[in-house]
């Protein structure tokens, strides 16, 4: 299985942006980038995910590199609700897994 | 619209007794079906996952087994629990045959206690 590599954790200030990278650099040619955020004691939620192009939605956007090995998830405005461990995740291809690695947790101070 | 549910939210077991955790999910048909688990402070790891009645792969060899007696309808079972087998269990569905790389939706949880 193709795994993602992140830093282990992230600290951010309320109000601004937030850049969380992932690098894949085994990613295979139908693997889409998922992010998945979970909050403490619940399961995770679905955030964003991508091909190819930069994606937006209204939780966040994701930046893919050209060469697809690597990825930002973006929140353009931290809140203390955004505080959760972010995994970016590699799903589709020939598997129907979604694999976790250890993600980002993301410290957001007021 | 789909939902997931699962049961029960918390329980305490003593080792060596049985364990049977249901998932149900409800406003789709033939979905794909996972049991991941999360030890304390640890990432999520997936057990088992489903992609069709009675069709069943295992990710880890474990004390622990599953099963799809309905489409919509994941069991994990344990025969004798092991204090190892704490942890958060979560249940999860995405489309099948769907679109690849499909959103995963995620129940919300099991914490079982094993002392």
């Known amino acids: 299985d193709a795994k993602t590599t992140q830093p282990n954790s992230m600290e951010s200030n309320e109000e601004e942006p937030v850049h969380l990278p992932c690098n894949h650099s085994?990613?295979?040619?139908?693997?889409?980038i998922h992010w998945y955020r979970q909050l403490p004691s619940q399961g995770p939620e679905y955030v964003i995910h991508g091909l190819t192009s930069n994606v937006n939605n209204r939780m966040a956007s994701l930046a893919i590199a050209e060469d697809r090995k690597s990825s930002t998830l973006i929140l353009h405005r931290a809140t203390l609700r955004d505080a959760a461990v972010y995994y970016c995740i590699l799903y589709g291809g020939a598997t129907n897994k979604l694999i976790f690695g250890t993600g980002t947790l993301l410290a957001v101070q007021p | 619209s789909q939902t997931i549910h699962q049961w029960p939210a918390t329980l305490v077991q003593p080792v060596g007794s049985p364990l049977s955790l249901e998932c149900t999910v409800e406003g789709t048909s033939n979905p794909n079906l996972y049991w991941y688990r999360q030890a304390a402070g640890r990432g999520l790891q997936l057990l088992f996952y489903?992609?069709?009645?009675?069709?069943i792969s295992s990710e880890v060899p474990q004390n622990l087994s599953a099963s799809r007696p309905q489409d919509r309808q994941f069991i994990l079972s344990s025969k004798k629990l092991l204090l190892s087998d704490s942890g958060f269990y979560l249940c999860?569905?995405?489309?099948?045959?769907?679109?690849?790389?499909?959103?995963?939706?995620f129940g919300e949880g099991s914490w079982l206690t094993v002392v």
């Open positions: 999860a569905w995405s489309v099948q045959g769907g679109f690849i790389g499909d959103t995963i939706y």
């Open positions: 085994t990613i295979s040619g139908t693997d889409y």
């Open positions: 489903s992609v069709g009645i009675g069709q």
